[in-house]
């Protein structure tokens, strides 16, 4: 499967097209070369082999050339595997660089392809279209390269970590995305329903690796000391 989304391109950093401009000495341009090369594919997750590959389209088009690059995120495995699968890692990816920009992105296009099919084109093989009610709703949010953390920042394995922990705490983080993918995302309702993911968070934390010390008798935690279980957990803090 292949999905290809803009916020992509800008969070993974690199770009296949280079240019090459050259000026006189007063600064005003006497020349541009533009470079179209193609770049080996950037590992992103051992589930389901997922990498990171880029493309280009160059066009004439009136009064000149239309260039196009886009950066997919490609699943590729060697058994065939559930569509929700690889949707569903796809779907992870998508929410990893929208929280890191904090923005409701979507894929541009969604692909499948299975070679027992043999479909070929002259192009080469055929990638359908896929439809799915698990992807996210149209949203062409631009990033403007503005992220909290890009992929070069991630170590490696770093993705991997990621899909475990939207695994297990799905539940926490389920509230947060709803925050991020309303229409605005920044009122006092969402600042408001923004408590409720970091106190789930806090709760599967106490029960799943304190042994719930400190729930009380209803199997309950405070809010307040949801968040002093987050902070005891963290290796570093975020502010003094």
């Avoid at 590992?43 to 590959?53: G, H, T």
Wanted: with cysteine; hydrophobic share 35%.
């Amino acid at each position: 499967m292949r999905t290809t989304s803009s916020a992509y391109r800008n969070w993974v950093g690199r770009s296949s097209i280079e240019i090459f401009c050259e000026s006189d000495s007063s600064g005003r341009l006497q020349s541009a070369t533009l470079s179209l090369k193609q770049t080996d594919s950037i590992k992103i997750s051992d589930r389901l082999n997922m990498s990171a590959c880029h493309d280009w389209r160059a066009a004439p088009v009136l009064d000149g050339y239309d260039v196009r690059e886009s950066l997919s995120f490609q699943s590729l495995v060697k058994e065939p595997r559930k569509r929700r699968d690889h949707l569903e890692a796809h779907v992870g990816a998508l929410d990893l660089v929208s929280i890191a920009a904090w923005k409701n992105f979507t894929f541009q296009e969604v692909h499948a392809n299975r070679k027992e099919n043999k479909i070929n084109t002259p192009e080469g093989e055929q990638w359908t279209e896929v439809f799915s009610h698990l992807l996210p709703r149209d949203d062409l949010s631009n990033c403007r390269r503005r992220f909290l953390f890009s992929c070069n920042d991630m170590t490696p394995g770093g993705i991997d970590e990621w899909f475990r922990l939207r695994q297990e705490y799905g539940r926490a983080l389920g509230y947060l995305f709803r925050a991020l993918r309303s229409e605005r995302t920044w009122p006092p309702q969402s600042a408001i329903m923004s408590s409720t993911p970091l106190e789930q968070v806090g709760y599967l934390i106490e029960d799943n690796d304190n042994g719930g010390s400190h729930l009380n008798d209803r199997g309950q935690l405070k809010f307040k000391d949801a968040l002093g279980v987050i902070l005891d957990n963290m290796e570093a803090l975020p502010f003094s």
